[in-house]
């Protein structure tokens, strides 16, 4: 019986050795394991030799900050799809609110634009960086994984760029917000640049993409073209779109990290030396036409639709224009229009920073989702520096604030959704550098 006995407790002391294992609990458990690299703790409690996520803007030492993680596209080089624009908005912001003396701590995560990263970034900045608040994802598809762990979680979301409709419908106890608009307010606009008389007409875009799919499927239900030739395509096969396409008038492309190689496979592609192609807000990127040299015959074929920059007449103009010269000078003179969504995600920097001080010195994903339903209606708050603390004091005394965006109104509804989101038409122009540029051709407000 003795020996049975200390088997068994043998045998217990196993299991929970096993089960409570852990390498480390935080990076500094790691220390000395590389053998001369620096090593991290991940959610897994394993020492790795990358980290998803870093401090891209600290607090000053001793402060309690505001801890908000932006999800983002980090691993590509600058010299293809990325969010670097993106997360230096966040950056901006942050760096503002600190000299305010409002404490905060932004943890750049990287995604690798995949929902299965993203979720584990998401664990990494919220169970060992403390985030209560994300800005991010960018993408609908890592948005719509991360919704039902948001809402686990009590971590409150808001997207600037994740625009598939399909976000509007998801079960997030209020969560989950975008400065971003829905994809069907996009379509609406990109329904109207295709003649009812062109003909043929290919659609293509990228298989099982919630907002490819969702988009394309809203451009051809809004045009009433029932008789566009619908090409989808797994990433990154653009060969097997080119392949199916019918010479074209026009062709509708809904691609976002494929959107290069997809240009360059059209690039001559038999049959398509008169089409014009039309893309959309993803497309937006200086790294959308490769490396020189240019081929201005085929680039300036290329017309598209993106979230508009409010013009200086519009009450966000001038809450736009004191941002980007803001951005501007940080940032070595990059020029914040050159990317989509870099307005949007300033802006949801500071709509949270706003929304967590009035709830109080313990902020929770929850409270500060609770705070964001109250910045649509009231007196007007321009976002950045100079009205962050109006901002707060309303809310504090029970006031409910006009939210004034840098990439237009925050008018949002009960699921998070704004309602309004002005969009421009934009080309690719040959610019005086000989660089291509894009050029806005028109702004409508659908």
Known sequence: MRALALVAALSLASCSAVLHFHECDTSADCAGRGGGTTLYCNVAHQCIDSAPCYVSTDAPAGSSPLVVA?????????????????RQAVDLAA????????????????????????????????????AVAVVGPNTSSELLALAPEAKRRGVAVVSPAASAAAIADVVDDNLVWRTCGSDNLQAKV????VPSTAKPLDVVWVLKDPYADGLAKAYIADSGRTDAKPIQFDSPDVSTAVGQMDSPAYAVLVVDVDAPALLQS??????????????????????????????????????????????????????????????????NQEDPADTAFVANAYEAAYAIAIAAAASGASATGVSIATNLSRMSSGAAVH????????????????????????????????????????????????????????????????
């Not at 990109?190 to 640049?193: A, K």
Request: net charge negative; hydrophobic share 40%.
């Open 95 to 130: 760096i503002e609110l600190n000299a305010l003396s409002v404490p905060v701590r932004h943890v750049a995560c990287d995604t690798g634009g995949d929902s299965d990263a993203a979720l584990r970034a998401f664990d990494l900045a919220v169970a060992q960086f403390g």
């Open 70 to 86: 932006g999800l983002y596209l980090l691993s590509q080089s600058t010299d293809g799809p990325n969010d670097h624009a993106i």
């Open 383 to 446: 976002v950045g520096p100079g009205e962050y603390q109006a901002g707060v004091n309303a809310l504090v005394g029970g006031a409910s604030i006009d939210l004034v965006g840098t990439s237009g109104p925050i008018d949002w509804d009960d699921k998070g959704d704004v309602l309004t989101a002005p969009t421009e038409v934009w080309q690719v122009v040959q610019g005086t550098t000989a660089m291509p540029e894009f050029k806005v051709l028109k702004t409508v407000t659908p």
């Open 266 to 331: 059209l690039h001559g592609a038999t049959g398509q030396s008169m089409t014009q192609y039309l893309m959309t807000d993803s497309a937006l990127t200086p790294t959308l036409w490769g490396a020189a040299p240019f081929d201005f015959t085929f680039l300036t074929r290329i017309r598209g639709t993106a979230p508009a920059l409010p013009a200086f007449s519009d009450p966000s103009g001038p809450v736009y224009a004191s941002f980007a010269a803001s951005y501007r000078g940080r940032w």
């Open 190 to 193: 990109l329904s109207t640049l």
